[in-house]
């Protein structure tokens, strides 16, 4: 028989036992298909099943007419942190109609989405981080709850997961009220702080077979070879009822007598798998042919599932002769990878693992760094990348450059409202930075104070500023470079966000004097602008609207565009807050084409609401019917222009 029937047989045994846990999630599929989904966690060893268990469930699905979306976990994750939801929302984005805002918004997740929906949109208007993740987080699940038909939605390997579960928490709470079905699945024997996020998901706990179960799947393999007792001892005693090496033992069997049926006939082993995972992983490669095994160990240092791209690059590296598409059915036809969800990967992850324990640690090293090299050949200038690069050059050992891509890798993540990826990425980028190249420490701390401010963690923001403090003063007077007002605009800024008005205004005040100095006009404009604010908190409207016209005269004066378009905004709020609605609605249609012309989206959104304040004020429905619709263009969240909203 040739290797082809073989694996057929294998694949496609009967399914076996977990028969209470699919019931369960059965009901709970009949439940969804009547608007009333849920949320289940699978979880379970590696190789006890859990794969094969939602794929029985996802083809139930399909013959009863869901969407059926997939998304999986993986080790070593380069990329995008929310890389778990991508191949999901590819294909929901065309099951429900999205305006431009839901596609500009997506395409941080999905770069070629106007590509795959033959549109073009204009960029989603900036937010700050905690407004703009949660932006994303509303437009995926605004997409998953606007679905006319019923979702089943499988997500795999949670356990190695650490961004986007905010969005699967989210799901969570709304599914009892959508025809929505979540499955994920998580390896119990895999430590994971991911799973105690996952709380609200009801878990089902799989076991090993039991030895009725054994006794069933060997049959179904087999036939009645599989009813043999000493096919079942060895089955037993080699397997523990873990489904995967289960499968294994027979398909060792079955290569050792020449088929499957001819099993039994002659004395069987006594021990098939003496070195585990190992000795299966041998006998696996060995029946690939000896040509394609060093891409197939590249391949496997590259990651779980395989980038096409890379692929060739890699080819040529290791003097592979096959066609690409001839090595990938090989490696199909002998178990070792599979067809996934349209992509290709390891057939299982013990097989990766296998692969690379049994590689020599400096062969392992040289792939990162051939892996690396070619991914700066493949994917130039590519921050998506810069997760995956900082992995590899880490694991060849070349700090530099892994210091250059974590810099990278945490401003791409702040980019897609990733906080605590950024921070732990600025964090090993300030850890590999010369100690005596203190502009780059500077502006890393400077990073990560910014998103402690946005996080609202003022202890760490604290100490974040008191080190920026002493990095600036060793700025001026090792190199002569004066970052000190800066820092004292951060301190500005973290006194007004803790309420402490005094000492904002005096951090304010303190860099105004440093910028007056260095005849920094820009900051000098900018600490006015900070100081105004802060008085305007405390009520304190003439100061505050003094201070604020000195910021628009020196902005206007030294043509600071932006800063300019600030100080128009903030005296309309000073007019808007002592009853000048008129002389408001001055200020913002003066800021408003400034902001345009500088495409700042978020001033734009805070112009708008602004205007919609007033009209709300005045009672111009007409004016404020037009405003709210401008503001959902923009994206501005919750209730603009009615009662209860503020100038900003």
Same mark, same amino acid.
Request: proline fraction near 1%; glycine fraction near 10%.
């Given at each position: 028989e040739s290797i082809a029937i073989r694996e057929s047989y294998l694949q496609a045994a009967t399914f076996v036992g977990r028969q209470a846990e699919k019931d369960r999630l059965s009901k709970a599929l009949e439940q969804a298909k009547s608007d009333s989904g849920s949320a289940w966690l699978v979880s379970? /060893?590696?190789?006890?099943?859990?794969?094969?268990?939602?794929? /029985?469930?996802?083809? !139930?699905?399909? $013959?009863?007419?869901?969407?059926?979306?997939?998304? !999986?976990?993986? #080790?070593?994750v380069g990329g995008s942190p929310l890389q778990l939801w991508r191949e999901a929302l590819r294909r929901l984005i065309f099951t429900a109609p999205l305006d431009d805002l839901a596609i500009a918004v997506l395409q941080a997740l999905i770069p070629d989405i106007e590509r795959l929906l033959g549109c073009q949109v204009p960029p989603a208007p900036e937010l700050n981080g905690v407004a703009a993740r949660q932006r994303l987080i509303s437009t995926i699940t605004t997409l998953f709850s606007g679905q006319s038909q019923w979702v089943l939605l %499988?997500? /795999?390997?949670? @356990?190695? $997961? #650490?961004?986007g579960l905010e969005i699967l928490q989210q799901l969570t709470r709304l599914a009892p009220r959508l025809p929505l079905l979540i499955i994920g699945s998580y390896r119990s024997d895999e430590e994971s702080s991911s799973v105690e996020q996952l709380s609200m998901m009801e878990e089902i706990s799989l076991n090993r077979l039991s030895f009725a179960e054994i006794e069933a799947l060997s049959t179904s393999m087999l036939g009645q070879v599989g009813e043999k007792p000493e096919v079942l001892a060895l089955l037993q005693r080699e397997t523990e009822g873990n489904a995967f090496f289960l499968v294994e033992v027979v398909r060792a069997l079955a290569q050792e007598a020449g088929r499957l049926s001819a099993i039994g006939q002659t004395p069987l082993p006594q021990q098939l798998f003496p070195q585990g995972i190992q000795t299966i992983v041998q006998r696996r490669l060995a029946r690939v042919p000896q040509g394609a095994v060093p891409l197939l160990a590249g391949m496997a240092v590259a990651g779980q599932q395989l980038d096409l791209n890379l692929l060739p690059l890699l080819a040529d590296t290791t003097n592979t002769t096959m066609l690409m598409e001839t090595w990938l059915a090989t490696c199909a036809e002998t178990a070792v990878l599979e067809l996934f969800n349209g992509n290709w990967r390891f057939a299982h992850d013990k097989l990766r693992a296998g692969i690379l324990d049994s590689m020599p640690t400096s062969t392992r090293e040289v792939w990162h760094q051939t892996i690396a090299q070619h991914t700066e050949q493949v994917y130039p200038d590519d921050p998506e990348q810069a997760a995956t690069l900082v992995y590899h050059w880490h694991e060849f050992g070349d700090f530099a450059k892994e210091c250059h891509y974590a810099r990278i890798?945490? #401003?791409?993540?702040?980019?897609?409202?990733?906080? &605590?990826?950024?921070?732990?990425?600025?964090?090993?980028?300030? &850890?590999?930075?010369? %100690?005596?190249?203190?502009?780059?420490?500077? &502006?890393? @701390?400077?990073?990560? #104070?910014? %998103?402690? @401010?946005?996080?609202?963690?003022?202890e760490e923001q604290q100490v974040a500023l008191s080190t920026l403090g002493q990095i600036a003063a060793d700025l001026a007077a090792q190199q002569g470079v004066d970052k000190r007002t800066e820092v004292s605009l951060r301190l500005a800024n973290y006194a007004e966000a803790t309420g402490d008005y005094p000492a904002a205004i005096a951090a304010a005040n303190q860099a105004r004097r440093v910028a007056q100095g260095s005849n920094d006009k !820009?900051? /000098?404009?900018?600490?006015?602008?900070?100081?105004?604010?802060?008085?305007?908190?405390q009520g304190n409207y003439e100061e505050a609207q003094s201070s604020l016209q000195k910021s628009l005269q020196t902005a206007r004066t030294h043509t600071f565009a932006s800063l300019e378009a600030d100080s128009l905004r903030w005296l309309g709020v000073t007019a808007f807050d002592t009853g000048q609605l008129e002389i408001a609605s001055q200020y913002y249609a003066q800021s408003l084409p400034l902001y345009e012309r500088s495409k700042n989206k978020q001033g734009e959104s805070a112009v708008y609401n602004n205007l919609s304040a007033i009209a709300f004020s005045q009672g111009n429905k007409a004016s404020l019917a037009g405003l709210s619709k401008t503001d959902q263009v923009f994206g501005v969240a919750g209730g603009v222009g009615f009662a209860g909203v503020e100038p900003t």
């Open positions: 379970g /060893e590696s190789g006890v099943g859990k794969t094969r268990l939602l794929d /029985e469930i996802g083809t !139930q699905a399909l $013959v009863q007419g869901a969407i059926v979306l997939r998304g !999986q976990g993986i #080790e070593d %499988i997500l /795999e390997d949670l @356990h190695w $997961v #650490e961004q890798a945490g #401003e791409y993540a702040q980019q897609q409202f990733l906080n &605590e990826a950024a921070l732990d990425y600025f964090s090993r980028a300030l &850890e590999l930075t010369p %100690i005596d190249d203190l502009l780059t420490q500077f &502006e890393l @701390h400077m990073a990560r #104070e910014q %998103i402690y @401010h946005l996080q609202g963690k003022r !820009q900051n /000098e404009a900018a600490s006015y602008l900070a100081a105004g604010i802060t008085l305007l908190r």
